[in-house]
């Protein structure tokens, strides 16, 4: 069973323009980690947020954390076409952490 | 330096054959993972390995999945009597030694189609 789920599935802006999705879990996590993939293969590490922190930058991205809604989300701000990509949140639940488990994802499309 | 490296990286079978698919990870990289995903979903957690050690094998979809490795090198993962269901991207990710905070470094994956 996937432990995040993302949320909008789908999501189609113009460059220039911030893109946000959200990630929902269920169960305590030690921390929550985003990940992009394009063309539906490896997926690249894009940032990592602890369970103690609430924001974190870097770059061009913004994690917010809310461990009472056991929710997340990730803004890319100034979207480029580049940004084209499924984004995905995975958790370590703090009962097996050696397990990173994926929720669904999100597609971003970004058009010039 | 090399990253996390899978091979082959199309692989198209028959129905009831068995394959073999192999993950070199990252020189130092104790930790190795094996994800299944079908197409436009999302990741499917099939096996984890510490060193050579796989403390949690609840992924694996039925006795007709293993996997091996060979101390903290390479990871075979071997389907049997392959399935038109087993058709998906199998992906290997690994990292340092075994830690909640560390993120996966992931390579680009196996397609395998069973016909």
């Known amino acids: 069973s996937q432990q995040g789920e993302e949320d909008p599935q789908a999501l189609s802006i113009q460059e220039g323009e911030n893109a946000t999705m959200n990630c929902s879990y269920k169960?305590?996590?030690?921390?929550l980690q985003w990940y992009r993939q394009n063309s539906g293969r490896g997926l690249v590490h894009l940032i990592l947020?602890?369970?103690?922190?609430r924001e974190k930058h870097s770059g061009r991205l913004r994690v917010t954390l809310d461990t009472s809604k056991k929710s997340s989300s990730l803004l890319i701000t100034a979207s480029r076409a580049a940004d084209t990509a499924s984004y995905f949140c995975?958790?370590?639940?703090?009962?097996?952490?050696?397990?990173?488990?994926f929720g669904a994802g999100t597609q971003v499309v970004v058009t010039p | 330096g090399a990253g996390v490296s899978q091979s082959p990286s199309n692989k198209v079978t028959e129905k009831g054959k068995d394959v073999e698919l192999r993950c070199d990870p990252i020189?130092?990289?104790?930790?190795l993972y094996w994800y299944r995903q079908r197409l436009g979903q999302g990741l499917e957690f099939l096996i984890y390995?510490?060193?050579?050690?796989?403390?949690?094998k609840s992924g694996l979809p039925s006795d007709r999945f293993s996997a091996e490795r060979t101390g903290e090198s390479v990871s075979t993962l071997t389907i049997q009597r392959t399935q038109q269901e087993d058709s998906a991207v199998y992906l290997c990710?690994?990292?340092?030694?075994?830690?909640?905070?560390?993120?996966?470094?992931f390579g680009n994956g196996t397609r395998l189609t069973v016909t």
């Open positions: 990710a690994s990292s340092p030694p075994l830690g909640a905070g560390i993120p996966l470094h």
């Open positions: 169960t305590s996590i030690n921390n």
């Open positions: 947020i602890r369970s103690n922190e």
């Open positions: 995975a958790t370590v639940r703090t009962d097996s952490w050696g397990k990173l488990q």
């Open positions: 020189s130092g990289h104790t930790a």
């Open positions: 390995f510490q060193g050579n050690s796989a403390p949690d």
